[in-house]
């Protein structure tokens, strides 16, 4: 089946350790994004990518960091900068390209706890 | 810069009951989506909205892409527990003519009460 996987569901780091995070998705989809969501609140978006090898900021990157080395992976890394890295992030993914709606699918989540 | 209002913030409701919720910005959208968040897990789409008027319907759900372009509104029909969650309502961001990036609503949380 064809989808986007994010791992671990939960995860636990002391502060002051870089964490990563994991999203892969099989629906070839082009563009990637990574979302956090606190309680009660909606999505924020950290960064995108819509191409291998490229990446940009959104409305919180900092303290987080990304790669794009291939077209089914977009790792997110939460670093020791990152002031309040605990949380529910969000993997998504979405086609690209002409008559193709807007439309972003999601991954289960990581929730994130840090010490 | 573009935002989102979800309306009411919260609902709880007993099984049977029909639902009403929207949606509503300052700015035009050119695309309505409407997810549904469980508890614990990624929002799943339930409903694309890209004409302004149009009425699309997913089961018991019906949503709708208000004239004006500023608004949108979800409706559940005969809510069953299942229903339970969080409902998100998104647009696409307007910038330069771009739209790779989604803004989202802050979610209606739903309750419903066997």
């Known amino acids: 089946d064809g989808g986007i996987t994010q791992s671990p569901k939960y995860l636990f780091r002391k502060e002051g350790q870089n964490v990563t995070l994991s999203c892969e998705q099989n629906?070839?989809?082009?563009?990637m994004y990574w979302y956090r969501q606190d309680p009660g609140q909606g999505l924020r978006l950290i960064y995108y990518?819509?191409?291998?090898?490229?990446?940009q900021k959104g409305d919180i990157a900092e303290g987080y960091s990304v790669s794009r080395e291939k077209k089914e992976s977009f790792p997110l890394t939460v670093t020791s900068a990152q002031k309040n890295p605990t949380a529910f992030y969000l993997c998504?993914?979405?086609?690209?390209?002409?008559?193709?709606?807007?439309?972003?699918?999601f991954g289960p989540g990581t929730r994130l706890t840090v010490l | 810069g573009q935002q989102l209002n979800q309306s009411p913030q919260s609902m709880f409701i007993q099984e049977g009951e029909d639902v009403s919720m929207n949606c509503t910005s300052s700015s035009i959208f050119n695309t309505w989506l409407w997810y549904k968040q469980d508890p614990g897990e990624g929002p799943v789409l339930l409903i694309a909205?890209?004409?302004?008027?149009e009425l699309t319907s997913n089961g018991r759900l019906t949503a709708q892409f208000g004239i004006t372009r500023k608004d949108s509104f979800l409706n559940i029909s005969a809510s069953i527990p299942s229903d339970v969650g969080i409902y998100f309502c998104?647009?696409?961001?307007?910038?330069?003519?771009?739209?790779?990036?989604?803004?989202f609503g802050t979610g209606t949380l739903l309750a419903v009460q066997p």
């Open positions: 909205l890209y004409k302004a008027g």
């Open positions: 990518s819509q191409i291998v090898n490229d990446f």
């Open positions: 998504a993914s979405r086609r690209k390209g002409a008559g193709v709606g807007d439309e972003q699918f």
């Open positions: 629906l070839n989809h082009d563009a």
């Open positions: 998104a647009g696409p961001r307007l910038r330069g003519g771009a739209t790779n990036k989604l803004i």
